[in-house]
T-cell receptor, first 113, second 114 residues
Framework: AQSVTQLDSQVPVFEEAPVELRCNYS??????LFWYVQYPNQGLQLLLK??????LVKGINGFEAEFNKSQTSFHLRKPSVHISDTAEYFC???????????FGRGTSLIVHP | DAGVTQSPTHLIKTRGQQVTLRCSPK?????VSWYQQALGQGPQFIFQ???????QRGNFPDRFSGHQFPNYSSELNVNALLLGDSALYLC?????????????FGPGTRLTVL
């Protein structure tokens, strides 16, 4: 079985500052990794995913994440955030080829003007 | 392309009642998965339907059941509602061979049990 730990429940940051949202996972098999964003009262939108290949993954809205197998981490970064990035962010993991991701508890990103 | 659609948007029920939630998958998708997202938590997998059969199931009681129709749309039924069933119910569609990386989520149905 796999599990996901999002180390910060809430991350406050000022507009135009860089941000990192941390995610660690545990799994005994190779995995696919995902970051999703959820805006208030909406469903989940896929930001980016790691399936294989390059460990640096670029996604939508200027976000990127780096897969670190030795540290079992998949941290999400953005060099300069906007007010509109305020949302809940979920890290998820699924065994390679599986259809069912396991989600973390989420990190609330709060961008202040 | 309308994407994944769910109905209703909101629903209020009382304990002991039964509820049915509906989901239409994204065009070209043949697989529907249902998730429960309690307040302040990440989504938890309930079950997945493909070819009108339940293919995988998470750790949810038999009160939770589902159905998939020939047009790939799906229903989630919950019987004997408990206060703890209050949550956002998310439907996600994908292609069976594509796996989790092809999954698209709908906006969800907010269920409140009083």
């Amino acid at each position: 079985a796999q599990s996901v730990t999002q180390l910060d429940s809430q991350v406050p940051v000022f507009e135009e500052a860089p941000v990192e949202l941390r995610c660690n996972y545990s799994s005994s098999v190779s995995v696919y990794l995902f970051w999703y964003v959820q805006y208030p009262n909406q469903g989940l939108q896929l930001l980016l995913k790691y399936l294989s290949g390059s460990t640096l993954v670029k996604g939508i809205n200027g976000f990127e994440a780096e897969f670190n197998k030795s540290q079992t981490s998949f941290h999400l970064r953005k060099p300069s955030v906007h007010i509109s990035d305020t949302a809940e962010y979920f890290c998820a993991v699924s065994p390679g080829g599986s259809y069912i991701p396991t989600f973390g508890r989420g990190t609330s990103l709060i961008v202040h003007p | 392309d309308a994407g994944v659609t769910q109905s209703p948007t909101h629903l209020i029920k009382t304990r002991g009642q039964q509820v049915t939630l509906r989901c239409s998958p994204k065009s070209g998708h043949d697989t529907v998965s249902w998730y429960q997202q309690a307040l302040g938590q990440g989504p938890q997998f309930i079950f997945q339907y493909y070819e009108e059969e339940e293919r995988q199931r998470g750790n949810f009681p038999d009160r939770f059941s589902g159905h998939q129709f020939p047009n790939y749309s799906s229903e989630l039924n919950v019987n004997a509602l408990l206060l703890g069933d209050s949550a956002l119910y998310l439907c996600a569609s994908s292609t069976y061979r594509g796996g989790a990386d092809t999954q698209y989520f709908g906006p969800g149905t907010r269920l409140t049990v009083l």
